[in-house]
């Protein structure tokens, strides 16, 4: 038997706002959180902006010590309590907690908690090795603390596929629950690496933009985009299996309905130019939700500012949905605001199409001045529109070719 999934409860922590709420009303007025670096130096380095989380304690948002955890597992815990608050789990005591999982991802993980512990070994030596070196870097932290913190212990399993990877644990958090496998789940992903030799890494791999402007940095599907901006943050969404959600009265915001998961097998860095992968991923999305391409389609893209992932993902538009589909569709990138916030990026931007679907708002792409002639669809540039949306696709892509597509359709009881 097959079930119905919907989404419930929605926290977040990103670069334009530290919830959920804050975060999608930053995104309507076309925010952005792109600034100078301020929270690490960037002395020697050749990237100078980034889009940070702004003001936040975790101390003070998780009312404990939080020394031993590192900022992105920080993230993720205050994006989860503010997820299980909004979908009215966070009090209930009546939950069979073994049927409610946890699908957590990171990106890279504790890169801060390692880079500062191989300095502190490097100038002190091995024995001063700090203790929690270990459980503070591991990828998989997030998705054991929050399990921890709120006592699930249904399926929990963390996601690491680059930028892809909180696409895909909300997908496969879909499938686990449509399956039958769990009746909730914690679904999203975070990130916290905006350190020096990250940024090392990813400008000279030729990933960043090295524009220290703030306002043109990220400018996706724009003729002059040159690279991407890092950002960080968290986004935790509820799943629920429909008859669950129901029989406790929660806020439905849209229905979850597809789900497409392909590899390009093609470069460790750059999309298929042909865009057959993350063509494959949409189609595959579209046919599990039974959705019709022509009615009502908003689309968060992944929308990089990259030269080969703009132009790459307009291609898999065309291909998967057709030419007149794609051209009807409202597009945007929520990246030109919050930046790139790599492992949580999927599930921040599933949380974008849900409202979008929600309250019939498409958030604009940012610092689209010039359009790219070989990206040629309403990419909402500037300024929020209005629309009726009956569904929505989130797309994602990931290094090492990973491809995740989302689809969400508005609830009908």
């Given amino acids: ?93 009546d939950l069979d907690r073994t049927r409610i999982g946890v699908y957590v991802g990171s990106g890279i993980g504790g890169m801060k908690s390692y880079t500062d512990a191989v300095d502190t070994m490097r100038s002190r030596g091995f024995r001063r090795c700090p ?41 496969e958090a879909f499938r686990a629950i449509k399956h039958g496998y769990a009746d909730a789940i914690l679904a999203g992903g975070a990130e916290a690496c905006i350190v020096p030799e990250a940024i090392a890494g990813f400008t000279n791999c030729k990933a960043l933009t090295r524009n220290d402007d703030p306002a043109t940095a990220c400018r996706p ?71 019709d391409a022509t009615e009502g389609l908003y689309i968060n893209a992944h929308g990089t500012s990259t030269p080969l992932n703009d132009k790459t993902e307009t291609i898999g538009f065309k291909q998967a949905l057709g030419e007149d589909a794609a051209r009807s569709a409202h597009i945007s990138s929520t990246k030109s605001m919050t930046g790139h916030m790599l492992g949580a990026t999927g599930a921040l931007e599933a949380m974008v199409c849900a409202r979008a679907i929600e309250t019939g708002v498409i958030p604009p792409t940012i610092g689209l001045a010039e359009p790219d002639p070989e990206c040629d669809l309403d990419y909402t540039p500037g300024h929020a529109a209005s629309a009726t949306v009956r569904w929505a696709l989130s797309t994602n892509l990931g290094f090492g070719g990973h491809n995740a597509a989302l689809a969400f359709k508005a609830y009908e009881g």
């Fill in 131 to 171: 203790p929690f070196m270990i459980p503070m870097m591991i990828g998989n932290m997030a998705a054991g603390e929050v399990s921890i913190r709120h006592k699930l212990t249904g399926p929990t399993l963390p996601v690491v596929t680059a930028c892809a990877t909180s696409a895909h644990t909300v997908g």
């Fill in 221 to 291: 599907f724009d003729a002059n985009r040159d690279g991407f901006v890092m950002g960080e943050g968290a986004c935790i969404l509820v799943l629920e299996e429909l008859e669950h959600a129901k029989a406790r009265g929660a806020h439905i915001y849209c229905e979850v309905v597809g789900y497409g998961n392909t590899a390009d097998a093609y470069h460790i860095t750059s999309p298929a130019p042909d865009a057959q992968g993350i063509t494959r991923a949409i189609k595959e999305a579209v046919a599990e939700g039974g959705v």
């Fill in 1 to 93: 038997m097959e079930h119905r999934v919907v989404i419930t409860g929605m926290g977040a922590v990103s670069p334009v706002g530290n919830t959920a709420p804050a975060t999608w009303d930053a995104l309507v007025a076309g925010t952005s959180g792109i600034a100078p670096i301020a929270n690490v130096s960037t002395e020697g380095l050749k990237v100078t902006v980034a889009a940070e989380v702004k003001g936040f304690d975790g101390a003070e948002r998780l009312g404990e010590d939080v020394r031993h955890k590192d900022l992105n597992v920080q993230y993720a815990l205050a994006a989860s309590d503010e997820a299980m608050a909004d979908a009215g789990l966070g009090e209930a005591e």
